[in-house]
Each structure stands twice: as structure tokens, then as C-alpha cells.
């Protein structure tokens, strides 16, 4: 059974920068896992923030950056603001059309 | 704009089965994937299956294999999802949400959730 890792908890002060990343247990994350990336606020569907690696949508901030990084997938916060707080969920494709969910990274800016 | 508004909350008891919709509008309903996504109280996201609207072909998770069933309906632009064989771990709040699959962009659109809620 395949698992994806994502830091379960992180801390960041406001203005600062984070790295969120999400890691495969087949081995290095590739452009081929198509990267998503989601956030979700409590009592909240999910929205999402990054495709296929790297690529913003529309609503996405700037402050928000995705890349792979040491053969994991990663979501870079830069210039965090008060109301990223949040979980952070990435999402990996399989051979086979799978898909399987990181854990999420519970952000708290303090 | 693109919208997936889903059906009401479900109470169901155990051995019972559920039967999620899922009313997309605001693009072309063939055009795009649909997945179902689940979170239990508390917990992280679950991948369930998606179905391909225009094709009517699936792909479910292996957990969820022999108890899902995804299904379409064209004419009203609607997604099913159905589990069978409901236990109390089946309790949570299901998802459906869109892809563009040329893009890769998976899960671009949420619907508002569903709590299913199994109980004896």
C-alpha cells in the first residue's frame, strides 16, 4: 500500500517563510505524480492552491510557490500572513490512474 | 461559474448502504473527471474514485473495492456515489470535486460535502 508523508505540524511567525513538504513511500516524488496541492480551513471543503508541481490557479496568492525539492514534492509559503493558518494537503497520481492523499500539515502562524 | 452542489446529510445504519449526488453546472459536464474525497472526524483526506462522465469508466481506490459504485446521469449533469456495507468507520463528511485532466489540475472544484453518519 502506498503512503504519502507530509510534516504532520509546522509553526510559522508572520512574514516568515515555510516549506510544507510531501514525500512517497515508492520513492523520489516526480513531475510525473502531478503535485496538488490544497488547503483547508476547519468546517471547510478544501480549495485548491497548486497542479501538477508548480502551476497557480487563478484565486492562488503569490506568496504560495510549489517545486519538487530533494525528491519530495514541496509548497513554499513566503511572506506568510495571519490567515494561511490552516491544514495543507497534498495529493500524488499512481500508474493506474490512483491517487492517494498526504496526511496533511497542520500550519500555525504565531 | 463552475458549481458541484451535493445532496444532504445521511444518517444510515450499520449493513445499510448511502447514495451521495453530486449536480455540477457551469462547464461542459462530460468534459471533466469526477472524484470523491472523504474525511472522518478529525483526520486527514481520503482518496475514494473518480469517474470519467463521458465514458462512464472508474477508477476506485483499492480499499474501497466491491463496495462503490460511481455513476452519472447526463441529462441532469449529476454524479453518484454509493457504498455499500456501511460501518461506523464509514462516518464522515464525502466530497466530490473536479478535474481537468489535461492540465492535471485534480480536485480545481469542491462541492460543499456531505456528513454521512453511520449509527445504530
Known amino acids: 500500500q502506498t503512503v504519502v508523508t507530509q510534516e504532520p505540524s509546522l509553526t510559522v511567525s508572520p512574514g516568515g517563510t515555510v516549506t510544507l513538504t510531501c514525500a512517497s513511500s515508492?520513492?523520489?516524488?516526480?513531475?510525473?505524480?502531478?503535485p496538488n496541492w490544497f488547503q483547508q480551513k476547519p468546517g471547510q471543503a478544501p480549495r485548491a492552491l497548486i497542479y501538477?508541481?508548480?502551476n497557480k490557479y487563478s484565486w492562488t496568492p503569490a506568496r504560495f510557490s510549489g517545486s519538487l525539492l530533494g525528491g519530495k514534492a514541496a509548497l513554499t509559503l513566503s511572506g506568510v500572513q495571519p490567515e494561511d493558518e490552516a491544514e495543507y494537503h497534498c495529493?500524488?497520481?499512481?500508474?493506474?490512474?490512483?491517487?492517494?492523499f498526504g496526511g496533511g500539515t497542520k500550519l500555525t502562524v504565531l | 461559474q463552475v458549481q458541484l452542489v451535493q445532496s444532504g446529510a445521511e444518517v444510515k445504519k450499520p449493513g445499510a448502504s448511502v447514495k451521495v449526488s453530486c449536480k455540477a453546472s457551469?462547464?461542459?459536464?462530460?468534459?471533466?473527471?469526477i472524484h470523491w474525497v472523504r474525511q472522518a472526524p478529525g483526520q486527514g483526506l481520503e482518496w475514494m474514485g473518480r469517474i470519467n462522465p463521458y465514458s462512464v469508466g472508474t477508477n476506485y481506490a483499492q480499499k474501497f473495492q466491491g463496495r462503490i459504485t460511481m455513476t452519472r446521469d447526463t441529462s441532469i449533469s449529476t454524479v453518484y456515489m454509493e457504498l455499500s456495507s456501511l460501518t461506523s468507520d464509514d462516518t464522515a463528511v464525502y466530497y466530490c470535486?473536479?478535474?481537468?485532466?489535461?492540465?492535471?489540475?485534480?480536485?480545481?472544484?469542491w462541492g460543499q460535502g456531505t456528513l454521512v453518519t453511520v449509527s445504530s
Open positions: 470535486a473536479r478535474e481537468d485532466s489535461d492540465s492535471g489540475a485534480r480536485g480545481d472544484y
Open positions: 457551469g462547464y461542459t459536464f462530460a468534459g471533466y473527471f
Open positions: 515508492t520513492g523520489a516524488v516526480t513531475s510525473g505524480h502531478y
Open positions: 501538477a508541481t508548480s
Open positions: 495529493l500524488l497520481y499512481y500508474a493506474g490512474s490512483l491517487l492517494v
